[in-house]
């Protein structure tokens, strides 16, 4: 097992290995008070893992409740949120308990908003099962849900008192969970370390588990290093969401059922490089997308895309911070009053 220590408002461990939730129980025992564990986790995943952590957490002393919803983008909603927050309710939960939450992104996002708010505030635990839970959405303390006019635009600040990273899960995920984590894991080498994207280049979706605990270590130490230096993201944090901007407007575009996140990423990632980089990177950028069976772009009309984008976060008044990569390894925050980027996008095309 291995270990990254985040050091934010609050400091926590990443812990990363194999046959991590067996041990759970025992793990968080250090690292919370709660008597009570309230297993936030959906379909899906419920019924892979359930009972494992549910008797691991009963090993280490905690009583344990089980909230289950639909998997998938949409149940990342207030309708959920407030299902979770009458479960919790009606189980007496209290300040001092604790919930853990058990599945990918949307899980992570849900629940640790629910954290954050319920009773104004209480432990959890993030215990991602995909790889893009594993890299990016559970560490840092981003937790939000989704409204009819955009993705992830009601959250908090909230960092869990633990992360656990069993990369046995990972053995169970379709390859195409496993592609849309690639999305993700493709960024972390584009922003930060061209050695990283070095390492994916030499791989493709069927050999990147021979080194897949070694990626994922690095993703996670980046993005713990952007978040310690910027855990409100207010500056530097920005740079993780290259490709976002415009793959946030595909996922809406699409109503979030014809793309991934990572796939959506991906696709924003070569969009936004083939108009700010040389030809070079963008070659390369879509040949490593490609092997590992994401899109490099998408048939929706740029008219429409560069609109959605205006319901980014990262719109400021009226100007747009978007990321560029000129070079692999090094991410740039460019600003351009909004109206200037859909003229820019629509002049240019994609």
Request: aromatic share 8%; net charge negative.
């Amino acid at each position: 097992m291995k270990t990254i220590t985040v050091q934010a408002s609050q400091t926590y461990p990443i812990w990363i290995g194999t046959d991590l939730l067996a041990a759970c129980g025992e793990l968080l025992r250090g690292r919370t008070k709660a008597q009570t564990a309230a297993i936030i986790t959906d379909d899906t995943v419920d019924a892979l893992y359930s009972d494992t952590v549910t008797e691991a957490l009963d090993k280490g002393g905690f009583r344990v409740i089980k909230f289950v919803f639909p998997h998938g983008e949409p149940s990342k909603c207030s309708k959920t949120l407030n299902q979770i927050y009458d479960f919790l309710c009606e189980n007496e939960i209290t300040r001092t308990d604790c919930l853990v939450a058990l599945g990918g992104g949307v899980v992570g996002d849900i629940t640790g908003f629910a954290a954050a708010t319920f009773l104004r505030g209480l432990d959890y635990v993030q215990i991602p099962t995909t790889l893009l839970a594993q890299v990016d959405s559970s560490v840092g303390g981003k937790t939000a849900i989704d409204l009819p006019g955009g993705k992830n635009l009601v959250g908090a600040f909230k960092q869990p008192v633990a992360v656990i990273c069993d990369t046995d899960t990972l053995k169970t995920l379709p390859d195409k969970f496993l592609s849309d984590g690639m999305g993700e894991v493709i960024k972390y080498g584009m922003i930060r370390d061209a050695a990283l994207f070095a390492l994916l280049e030499q791989h493709t979706l069927e050999t990147i588990h021979t080194v897949i605990d070694d990626v994922i270590y690095a993703c996670i130490d980046i993005k713990r290093t952007v978040v310690e230096h910027d855990e409100f993201d207010t500056g530097e944090r920005m740079i993780l969401n290259f490709g976002h901007t415009l793959g946030h407007a595909v996922e809406s575009y699409y109503h979030y059922e014809t793309y991934t996140h990572g796939s959506a990423v991906a696709a924003g990632m070569c969009m936004m490089t083939r108009k700010t980089c040389s030809d070079a990177v963008y070659q390369r950028l879509c040949k490593c997308v490609a092997a590992y069976r994401l899109p490099t772009t998408v048939p929706a009309p740029v008219s429409a895309l560069v609109q959605l984008c205006g319901k980014d976060k990262k719109r400021a008044n009226a100007d747009l911070r978007f990321i560029v990569c000129e070079t692999i390894g090094d991410a740039q925050i460019r600003t351009m009053p909004f109206t200037e980027f859909v003229a820019w996008m629509e002049g240019v095309g994609v």
